[in-house]
């Protein structure tokens, strides 16, 4: 069972690491723990440091890659870009982790991810000195209650839109229309299960 107090003082005894020292920690872990998962670290200034080989493979990354951004990665659009930059600005900044979806078109296909992005916090330091970020593949239909529970309750109001503006069913397909659904059948599909 979790006790907190066990927790502090595993912190508490953490050792005193440099920055440097606490990442290459981190890129042990990530090398030595995550390796079948599709995972990897940026550093703050949003620049590749290390990733599993799964990563490598999914995204088409290799030695090369280390120290670029995932816009050299991906060739995603600058506008894309700009905005997993400030997504990840945010990150360093609050120290919060973030979930995210991203669609990667490959050819005609569209492939989903869903992201959970971690600031890597030096509790000796209490610096921010990188971001790991879990990646996962999915398929909209299979996992739409997940997603719609885990990014978009619809108890809670889109950015924008006061709560009496949309129906249930409206906000609903509003959803699925930021998870990049277009087609009326992909839409009715999903609602539909």
């Known amino acids: 069972m ?20 606490f990442m290459a920690r981190q890129v042990w872990q990530l090398r030595h723990v995550y ?29 090369e890659s280390l120290g670029k951004t995932a816009e050299t990665l991906t060739g995603m659009s600058q506008s894309d870009y700009a905005e997993i930059h400030e997504q990840e600005e ?7 982790f973030q979930d995210s ?6 050819n005609k296909d569209i ?3 869903a992201l959970r992005k971690h600031p890597l916090v030096n509790p000796a330091t209490n610096n921010c000195v990188g971001i ?3 990646t996962t593949r999915f398929i909209p239909g299979i996992f739409r209650k997940l997603m719609l ?4 309750p619809f108890n809670k109001v889109l950015p924008g839109i006061k709560s009496n503006e949309l129906s249930e069913q409206q906000r609903q397909i509003a959803f699925c229309l930021l ?15």
Do not use: M, W
């Not at 979790?2 to 020292?21: C, G, K, M, R």
């Not at 670290?41 to 493979?57: D, L």
């Not at 945010?90 to 919060?96: G, N, P, R």
């Open 2 to 21: 979790f006790n907190a107090n066990d927790y502090q003082s595993e912190v508490n005894n953490f050792p005193d690491l440099t920055d440097h020292e």
């Open 149 to 152: 529970n885990k990014f978009l």
């Open 179 to 193: 998870l990049g659904f277009h087609s009326r059948k992909e839409i009715a599909a999903l609602l539909s299960n």
């Open 35 to 63: 390796t079948n998962e599709l995972t990897s670290i940026k550093n703050t200034r949003h620049e590749f440091i290390a990733f599993t080989q799964k990563f490598a493979e999914e995204f088409g990354a290799n030695a």
């Open 90 to 96: 945010i990150i360093c900044k609050t120290l919060e």
């Open 111 to 113: 492939i989903n991810y």
């Open 132 to 134: 790991l970020i879990n």
């Open 101 to 106: 979806i991203y669609l990667l078109r490959r």
